[in-house]
């Protein structure tokens, strides 16, 4: 299954910045996902993101606070912009990996003070 | 659309105890089921998987079967160890059409 690399694990921002995170890939991906993770809480699938077009947003979610760029198919990014204490929350990138399912990044710790 | 439902935690058990977390889905077609685990401060991992009806996935001494008609996938293992402890989550979907959906997680802490 791929392996995947993503950073920053974690930071601490001040509120009204924006946070940009990477994840790469070892081998190319049709699909990744990126997700939120707060506090004792289940994923919350953000969007989904296909390399070469924009990315599918879930309710709830919206492309001015979350841009995702997906350049290729080893490489996404997902920004968190104008950040609020309500952002401090787990970031996770995922992709499917045929019939092995998702591998996962291992997070990004965002804290908005 | 999609879900999966979990059953709540936490789940409290001694060593050696018996494990069960229950798991029903709701999904149109045949997706692919899986169980993550997420170790404290730890991202998610893959434990086992099961592609179609019937199928049971096993690793380390936890197994599920995809039960299609009772639309269920509960985890089972028979002798918990304290390195067990740990968030876990089912999940479907995989392949084309699906969306990803994970169940709420269950916690499970198991004691010496």
């Known amino acids: 299954s791929a392996v995947i690399s993503q950073k920053p694990s974690r930071d601490i921002c001040q509120r009204g910045t924006s946070l940009t995170i990477q994840c790469q890939v070892d081998?190319?991906?049709?699909?990744m996902f990126w997700y939120r993770q707060q506090p004792g809480q289940s994923l919350t699938l953000i969007a989904t993101?296909?390399?070469?077009?924009?990315?599918?947003?879930e309710s709830g979610f919206v492309i001015d606070k979350f841009p995702i760029s997906r350049p290729n198919l080893t490489f996404s990014t997902l920004t968190v912009s104008n950040m609020s204490p309500e952002d401090s929350s787990i970031y996770l990138c995922?992709?499917?990996?045929?019939?092995?399912?998702?591998?996962f990044g291992s997070g990004t710790r965002l804290t908005v003070v | 659309g999609n879900s999966v439902t979990q059953m709540e935690g936490p789940v409290t058990l001694s060593e050696e105890a018996f494990l069960t977390i229950n798991c029903t889905y709701t999904?149109?077609?045949?997706?692919?089921l899986f169980w993550y685990v997420q170790y404290p401060g730890e991202g998610l991992q893959l434990l086992l998987k099961?592609?179609?009806?019937?199928d049971k996935g096993s690793n380390k001494g936890f197994e599920a079967t995809y039960r299609k008609e009772t639309t269920s996938f509960h985890l089972e293992k028979g002798s918990v160890q304290v390195s067990d402890s740990a968030v876990y989550f089912c999940?479907?979907?995989?392949?084309?059409?699906?969306?990803?959906?994970f169940g709420r997680g269950t916690s499970l802490i198991v004691h010496p």
């Open positions: 999904a149109t077609g045949y997706p692919s």
């Open positions: 099961a592609t179609k009806a019937d």
């Open positions: 081998s190319q991906v049709t699909m």
């Open positions: 993101a296909n390399q070469g077009s924009e990315a599918t947003y």
């Open positions: 999940a479907l979907g995989a392949g084309g059409s699906y969306i990803p959906t």
């Open positions: 995922s992709v499917e990996t045929g019939g092995y399912g998702y591998t």
